[in-house]
């Protein structure tokens, strides 16, 4: 069965420094990848997704995810971390069936300080 | 272009009460999903469309139904709510299978 797990609940990060969010799949086959985020009282936003390809994917509000084969991972990142990206990330992968159903992880709080 | 709105935003049920979600999307995608967000767990897929007139059980379908008579709408139908079926929930529509999902504000519902 498919999988994504975010073992971290929580990423605290001061403004400016370097974050990552991270994430890790179980999936048979290629798998289709995805990171939304999700503000206060709002729905889930695209950030980015890996289909094939070149494993840096660059995506919006500077934000970007590596895809490691090797480690099952697909972590997110951003050099320098703004107060305002405080929200809730959730990492998710495309079920197998052809119907763009999609597996998320329970969601990691992103929390930059200023 | 509004994308994907739902209606109402919050909705208070008593036990026993049935209700409507709405959801309708205006960027004529033939896939349609209803997810319910409940804290610490993530997004869990209810329902499902591949377009008008077909529907499909997610990973957790019970208590609740669904219909696509039109490419625009999917309504959730929740018959008999029940204290679990407190939560947030999600519409969202997507043009291909493997293409982004856009998801609507939500609707928080709480059964009391």
């Known amino acids: 069965a498919q999988s994504v797990a975010q073992p971290e609940d929580q990423v605290n990060v001061a403004e400016g420094n370097p974050l990552t969010v991270k994430c890790t799949y179980s999936v048979s086959g290629n798998p289709y990848l995805f990171w939304y985020v999700q503000y206060p009282n709002r729905g889930l936003q695209f950030l980015l997704k890996y289909i094939t390809g070149d494993n840096l994917v660059k995506g919006s509000y500077g934000f970007e995810a590596e895809f490691n084969k090797s480690q099952t991972s697909f972590h997110l990142k951003k050099p320098s971390a703004l107060v305002s990206d405080s929200a809730l990330y959730f990492c998710?992968?495309?079920?197998?069936?052809?119907?763009?159903?999609?597996?998320f992880g329970q969601g990691t709080t992103l929390q930059v300080k200023p | 272009n509004a994308g994907v709105t739902q209606t109402p935003k919050f909705r208070i049920l008593k036990i026993g009460q049935s209700m409507t979600l709405q959801c309708t999307q205006d960027?004529?995608?033939?896939?349609m999903y209803w997810y319910r967000q409940d804290p610490g767990m993530g997004l869990k897929l209810i329902y499902y469309s591949v377009g008008a007139g077909i529907t499909d059980k997610g990973e957790v379908p019970n208590g609740y139904n669904v219909s696509r008579s039109t490419t625009e709408d999917f309504p959730l139908r929740l018959e008999l709510a029940a204290p679990s079926q407190t939560s947030v929930y999600f519409c969202?529509?997507?043009?291909?299978?493997?293409?982004?999902?856009?998801f609507g504000p939500g609707t928080r519902l709480t059964v009391l």
């Open positions: 969202a529509s997507s043009d291909l299978a493997a293409d982004t999902q856009y």
């Open positions: 960027m004529n995608h033939n896939y």
């Open positions: 998710a992968v495309r079920d197998l069936s052809n119907t763009g159903k999609l597996i």
